[in-house]
C-alpha cells in the first residue's frame, strides 16, 4: 500500500488525518472571520466623502469632486491617485469628451455608510 494509504483502526489514512485537520484550521479561521468580521478599512475624512460621493455607483467628473470637497483640482487628483493605487476607485474617460476624466468606484472599493443623522428637531448631545 503506497505511503500515507495505510489505514488506521478508525479507517482513516494520514492523508486523510492531515486533510481533516487542514480542514478544521479553514473552518474555524472562517469562523472567526464571520464572527469578528473584516478588518476595518482606515480611510481619512476626504477618502470617506469621496466614497460617499461615488457609492452610487455612477463615475463624477474629477473637476466636480474638487468642487464638492472643497479642494482644488490637483489636490483631487493627488486624493484619487492614491486611492487608485489601493484600487478602491478607478479613472475613466468620459465617451462623449475625451479630455473629461471621471472618478468611479470599483466593486472592491470600501463601502462608507451614509453619515448618521439625528431626527429633525432633535438635539444632538455633545
Known sequence: MARGRRRGEDGATRDDVRLADGL??????????????????????????????L????????????????????????????????????????????RVVKVSITRGGPRPQPAARPAPGRAVNS
Not at 484550521?25 to 469578528?36: D, H, I, K, S, Y
Not at 487608485?84 to 476607485?89: N, S
Open 55 to 98: 457609492r452610487n455607483g455612477c463615475a463624477i467628473r474629477m473637476g466636480d469632486l474638487a468642487e464638492s470637497e472643497r479642494v482644488t483640482q490637483p489636490s483631487m487628483t493627488n486624493l484619487v491617485s492614491r486611492m487608485e493605487r489601493q484600487g478602491w476607485v478607478v479613472r475613466v474617460t468620459d465617451p462623449t469628451d475625451r
Open 24 to 53: 478544521r484550521q479553514r473552518v474555524a479561521e472562517l469562523t472567526t472571520l464571520l464572527f469578528r468580521g473584516p478588518e476595518p478599512v482606515q480611510l481619512s475624512l476626504s477618502q470617506a466623502a469621496v466614497l460617499r460621493r
